[in-house]
């Protein structure tokens, strides 16, 4: 016999509110429905990688750039996606974690405030139409970047 969980869902397509890059660290978890409610997101699509924006602004290959740079593009394409919202968080193993920064937070601040706007910059240049916001998540909460 099949295990089988019911789910009933609706079939209808979607108008994304915004494309979200967010590092799969589940410690964060609680800050993206945080962000999904404080900014009213009702329908997103969540690209979930190790590391948030690093594949942009720092990839270990281009191959990685060019991989989330197809993920944002296919969400523009069929869900009509009029936002991206890129995500860097503390800690985060993808950039060898605080200590990478010698446990000084303001400095490790800094380096995904730098990381993140040359990854804005990408995806502007290659979305020019799509509004780009910027987050630095930490245990206490979410900061906007300008
Ligand atoms: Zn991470």
Same mark, same amino acid.
């Given at each position: 016999m099949? %295990? %089988?969980? %019911? @789910?009933?869902? @609706?079939? $209808? $397509?979607?108008?994304?509110?915004?494309a979200i890059v967010w590092c799969y660290d589940n410690r964060f978890w609680k800050s993206f429905g945080k962000l999904l409610e404080k900014e009213k997101l009702k329908h997103f699509d969540p690209i979930v990688i190790a590391g948030g924006a690093k594949s942009l602004a720092s990839p270990a290959k281009k191959s990685e750039r060019e991989f989330l740079l197809k993920q944002i593009e296919l969400s523009i394409k069929l869900h009509r996606t009029p936002r991206v919202i890129l995500m860097n968080h503390a800690d985060c193993g993808a950039y060898g974690g605080l200590k990478t920064f010698g446990n000084d937070v303001e400095k490790e601040f800094s380096t995904h405030e730098k990381e993140l706007g040359n990854a804005k910059k990408m995806i502007q240049k290659r979305f020019p139409k799509v509004r780009v916001d910027i987050i630095f998540v930490n245990f206490t909460g979410i900061t906007f970047i300008k």
């Open positions: 099949q %295990k %089988k969980i %019911k @789910s009933k869902l @609706s079939n $209808h $397509h979607y108008v994304a509110d915004a």
